[in-house]
Nanobody, 124 residues
Framework: QVQLVESGGGLVQAGGSLRLSCAAS????????MGWFRQAPGKEREFVTA????????DYSDSVKDRFTISRDNAKNTVYLQMNSLKPEDTAVYYC?????????????????WGQGTQVTVSS
């Protein structure tokens, strides 16, 4: 079993930045793909970004590409999401995700483990 704990959410004005962290414990987490999904009120959970175990394969959704950056520190068992140029439409609960495969894919139903979620609110 892998346990995930997110931190770093909050309220920010449009154009601002936030950095999310997700610390993983248990399981062979350094061999797993890690990533982030988000869910806005009344909407389905959607893919944001993912990174493979070695950090050399990264995927971003079109809506966050060039604004968000994912990274991971395997020594600390932590994945990060740096979010810049935030927009009101980025407002959502952000969930850390781990899939027990090398690649995450973009489907929420393929995720093996979820964090509890952290709220990100961007005001206009």
């Amino acid at each position: 079993q892998v346990q995930l704990v997110e931190s770093g959410g909050g309220l920010v004005q449009a154009g601002g930045s936030l950095r999310l962290s997700c610390a993983a414990s248990g399981g062979t987490r350094n061999k797993y793909a890690m990533g982030w999904f988000r869910q806005a009120p009344g909407k389905e959970r959607e893919f944001v970004t993912a990174i493979n175990p070695d950090g050399n394969t990264i995927d971003y959704s079109d809506s966050v590409k060039d604004r968000f950056t994912i990274s991971r520190d395997n020594a600390k068992n932590t994945v990060y999401l740096q979010m810049n140029s935030l927009k009101p439409e980025d407002t959502a609960v952000y969930y850390c995700a781990v899939r027990d495969e090398v690649l995450m894919g973009r489907r929420a139903d393929r995720v093996t483990y979820w964090g509890q979620g952290t709220q990100v609110t961007v005001s206009s």
